[in-house]
């Protein structure tokens, strides 16, 4: 029977690819956009697209009517423009309550891997905020929680280093570098995403891969596939910080922020479950290594309204 489906961000990174795996189940697919597609967007003609409005509730439970599932994917990176994670969370509860108006039957929510309302990280602790948020609804709802997603050409953070290492001849690896990534393919979220729609596997679980590796070990595996010679130059965070925002301005972006880095070098982007993606990042690496990273990919760009 064929199912509809709700998903915030089809023209985005994640949301893309639970959308592409749901049409091709056979399930009618739905966007929750602030924008809409790009133009030449491959799922443009294959999804509706709904305004992602969170300070009109009537229209999120009219875009969300008729549907039996809701995938969240909204989160904002790091705060700007007047957003923050408190704002975040909230429009992630206004979303959840619309979707209880809207009789949703369940919804599927993105986290993070480690997650939690006592994080020194304030993306972390509103994370946890949403789960509760979620736990409080009386929607039958599941959340996957992933760690460093790799993999598509929409993805930032992963092309992104793949973009430094090329283009430098050093690398700033904050720290030692010996702190672990465990990197998850976006397909293999995707798949766990769906799975948990239909009820299967545990209602709280990571999404992450079969490898962990230190991050020095992960840089190395990727400059290698590009044939970049890339020298990695182990400095303290707050210097890595320092050259990222010294960066910023000559991409127009925001490279990458203190939080992030504490929380890649804390060892938060690993899971302490078993692994729940098969896709190996090494064997992924050879075919992505004509593309990847040949393009800066820009946050403010892409999802602060910047023309960067
Ligand atoms: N990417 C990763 O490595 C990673 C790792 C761990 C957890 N996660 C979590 O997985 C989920 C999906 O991540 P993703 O990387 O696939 O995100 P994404 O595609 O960039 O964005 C996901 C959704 O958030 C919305 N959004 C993004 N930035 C926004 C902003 N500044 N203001 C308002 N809305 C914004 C997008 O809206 P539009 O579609 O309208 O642009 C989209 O609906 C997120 O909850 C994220 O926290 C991601």
Do not use: C
Request: aromatic share 8%; charged share 20%.
């Amino acid at each position: 029977m064929t199912r509809r489906a709700v998903v915030t961000g089809v023209f985005s990174y994640t949301g893309g690819a639970i959308a592409r795996q749901l049409l091709d189940h056979g399930d009618e697919v739905v966007s929750l956009s602030r924008r809409p597609a790009p133009a030449g967007h491959p799922l443009a003609g294959a999804v509706a697209r709904e305004p992602l409005q969170f300070d009109d509730t009537e229209l999120l439970v009219r875009s969300l009517e008729g549907a039996d599932l809701l995938f969240n994917t909204y989160w904002i990176r790091f705060p700007r423009d007047g957003a923050d994670f408190a704002s975040a969370v909230a429009n992630s509860r206004a979303l959840f309550e619309a979707a209880g108006r809207a009789g949703i039957r369940r919804i599927v929510h993105l986290s993070v891997t480690n997650a939690a309302v006592d994080s020194p990280y304030a993306y972390f602790r509103g994370k946890a905020a949403v789960e509760v948020a979620l736990a409080e609804t009386t929607s039958e709802h599941a959340v996957i929680r992933p760690s460093l997603v790799f993999g598509g050409r929409e993805e930032i953070l992963v092309n992104n280093m793949a973009w430094l290492l090329r283009k430098l001849p050093a690398y700033a690896v904050p720290g030692d570098g010996s702190y672990r990534v465990q990197p998850v393919f976006v397909g293999d979220v995707a798949e766990l995403a769906i799975a948990a729609a239909e009820g299967a596997g545990p209602t709280l679980q990571d999404a992450v891969g079969p490898e962990i590796y230190t991050f020095d070990v992960f840089l190395a595996a990727l400059a290698r596939a590009l044939h970049a010679r890339s020298r990695l130059v182990h400095l303290p965070p707050a210097v890595v910080v320092a050259l990222g925002r010294a960066i910023g301005p000559l991409v127009r972006d925001v490279l990458i922020t203190a939080e992030e880095l504490g929380a890649l070098t804390s060892e938060l982007l690993i899971s302490h479950q078993p692994a729940t993606g098969h896709t190996s990042f090494r064997e992924w690496l050879p075919g992505a290594a004509p593309w990847l990273g040949r393009r800066y990919a820009n946050e403010l760009r892409r999802n602060w309204a910047e023309t960067g």
